[in-house]
């Protein structure tokens, strides 16, 4: 076998359906684009119409095969219409990707009820939902991967973690448990952890050079992230490849997290 027949053996998504929440900018456009290069047939679930066109054009401008769902990911009731109706594109996905995500930063002493529940809606229960509807047909099947997008804010205090920190510290032991449940029939659930990574998420960060700098600074690399820098990890985390990994936070940080 030839470099490229083995490596398309261990890493590629042919035939593959994936939903993506959040797929539409950021660190979900970017994982949304590699696994759709990668082979797999792309859902994304968001928001706004202009990114989710813009994001599924440039796709299908690569003959890739993406369709998108605006869903409210906020209400119960919006999550499972949107995961109908993303399953009803190209069947039952084989892989789910929750990257949407909302961060709200009050300092501690204004967090009110508001704030934490919307937070936990979007960042905690949406995921916790779409795997109760994805991954028991996973397991059936046999082969499933959920890839869940936390944050540095999971493991440590960070600029005003507040209820966003919560959430995705709550999203990485949802992954733990899903992985217990359903490892045992091929269904392997990990979680990326970003470092700082110039997106909209974190425009108020990243309008600020200094702060920026500083952040940069603490990697081990000496940059920032880019939303590209998460193509590698979620091909992997998507493909037979990563089929003994799972229960797992895998930073992509650049050595942030341990400098």
């Known amino acids: 076998m030839n470099s490229q027949g083995y490596l398309s053996d261990l890493f590629s998504l042919d035939g593959r359906v994936a939903v993506v929440t959040g797929g539409s900018s950021g660190i979900g456009r970017a994982i949304t684009g590699a696994l759709a290069r990668a082979g797999a047939s792309v859902v994304i679930v968001a928001r706004r119409e202009k990114e989710l066109t813009a994001t599924v054009g440039e796709l299908a401008a690569d003959d890739c095969r993406a369709a998108w769902v605006s869903g409210d990911l906020s209400t119960g009731d919006g999550v499972r219409t949107a995961a109908d109706e993303a399953a009803a594109v190209f069947g039952e996905p084989d892989i789910l990707v929750n990257c949407a995500g909302i961060n709200l930063r009050p300092p501690m002493s204004e967090l009110d009820d508001a704030v934490w529940d919307t937070t936990m809606a979007v960042n905690l229960k949406a995921p916790f939902l779409l795997g109760q509807r994805f991954g028991p047909g996973m397991a059936e099947r046999g082969f499933g991967r959920i890839i869940h997008i936390t944050s540095q804010q999971a493991h440590r205090a960070f600029v005003q973690s507040g209820a966003y920190g919560v959430s995705k510290g709550a999203l990485e032991s949802l992954a733990r448990s899903q992985a217990e449940a359903w490892s045992p029939s091929g269904v392997t659930c990990n979680t990326l952890v970003p470092g700082f990574v110039?997106?909209?998420?974190?425009?108020?960060?990243?309008?600020?050079?200094?702060?920026?700098?500083?952040?940069?600074?603490?990697?081990?690399?000496?940059?920032?992230?880019?939303?590209?820098?998460?193509?590698?990890?979620?091909?992997?985390?998507?493909?037979?490849?990563?089929?003994?990994?799972?229960?797992?936070?895998?930073?992509?940080d650049g050595g942030l997290s341990v400098h």
Do not use: W
């Open 198 to 252: 110039m997106t909209p998420l974190n425009e108020r960060l990243s309008s600020d050079p200094e702060k920026v700098a500083a952040l940069a600074a603490r990697t081990m690399v000496g940059r920032n992230g880019l939303a590209e820098d998460f193509a590698g990890a979620a091909v992997f985390l998507a493909s037979r490849a990563s089929a003994y990994v799972t229960g797992q936070a895998i930073f992509v």
